[in-house]
């Protein structure tokens, strides 16, 4: 079977390589040349508005999956009038507004932090006075990484968040006390079987995901599920989707959801009977769900501008080094390291050591 992909970045290049033992064949468009997935796949260099290159791809697949959120929505269409494309058009078109993103949770009861719509300064203005300081303002699209976004903590910062993001439609987020990030990996096959990973518990700095550890039976694991699966259910869901979640003093608040693949279940490589991108490449083309449990302890760094050597990360007990084929450069994620450990213990030790060697300071504490 050919599945095709849109975007060509690492994403796509481990949901390959997860193909390759089912005896799936990915094709991936991607305007880039050099594209780090084409080492596992077949490359259609194109662009992503190209008829012809989207025919190409219709032509060489079965089914079409992508990568990223930011396809724009008339080559989804396009491809869905031929070929069957999983997860849904609508669950892209969603979760690529954050605004419309934040008005699905509410109406699924999933809890978020207070917003507003800001299409002006004056908006703007108004949504402070009413959500309160400090406050997130973020462009409604193509925001990721810390991008995108600007912190308000006083009056005074109105006007420079404002003409700092272009003056382009914002949504204003009211600001969440949290102790914990976590993400829910979940995925629904085409007959509407659904599987979830344990809980991730993820630490952030500037914005950009740092590590990941899988959790051992987290008490919110359940509540988590749950969220997951109203999404899921809501949007005839087809493939993997992960939900980005603050831990607060009133429950789980959402952050934002993802319709791919996601950087903080990339320890399920090793850490899991079966990984997010064999169990995505499972769900689109309609073969059976995999095991989703945990396979000892494990944990996730990622390599952000530059990585550290392979023969230091592979000294490392219990490790795996990931490279992304990516040349260095500053906030680029060009590869990760995973430890699976059979105690919590040397799963932490071997943390301490990779953090040590990841090339992003100052690192955060531990918690034992």
Known sequence: MKVGILGGGQLARMLALA?????????????????????????????????????????????????????????????????????????????????????????????????????????????????GLPALVKT???????????????????????????????????????SREVSIVAVRSRSGEIACYPLSENTHQGGILHYSCSCEADPLQQEAEAMAGLLLERLCYVGTLALELFVTPQGLVANEMAPRVHNTGHWTIEGAGVSQFENHLRAVAGFPLGDTSRRGHSAMVNFIGAAPAQEAVLKIPHSHYHSYGKSPRPGRKIGHGTICAPSKEEMLRGLEHLLALAPLAPLAPLVR
């Open 19 to 131: 193909g390759h033992p089912l005896g799936i064949e990915c094709v991936v468009l991607d305007p880039s040349p050099d594209a780090c997935a084409q080492v596992a796949t077949s490359h259609i260099i194109g662009s992503y508005e190209d008829n012809a290159s989207l025919e190409r791809l219709v032509r060489s697949t079965q089914v079409v999956t992508y990568e990223f959120e930011n396809v724009p929505s008339q080559s989804v269409r396009f491809l869905e009038e031929q070929i069957p494309v999983y997860p849904p058009a609508e669950a892209l078109a969603l979760s690529r507004d954050r605004l419309t993103e934040k008005g699905l949770f509410r109406d699924l009861g999933i809890p978020t932090v207070p917003f507003a719509a800001v299409d002006s300064r004056e908006a703007l203005v108004e949504a402070v006075e009413s959500l």
């Open 140 to 178: 409604r699209c193509l925001g990721y990484d810390g991008k995108g976004q600007v912190l308000i903590r006083s009056r005074k910062d109105i006007s420079r968040a404002w003409e700092s993001l272009g003056g382009v439609p914002c949504i204003l987020e009211g600001f969440a006390e949290f």
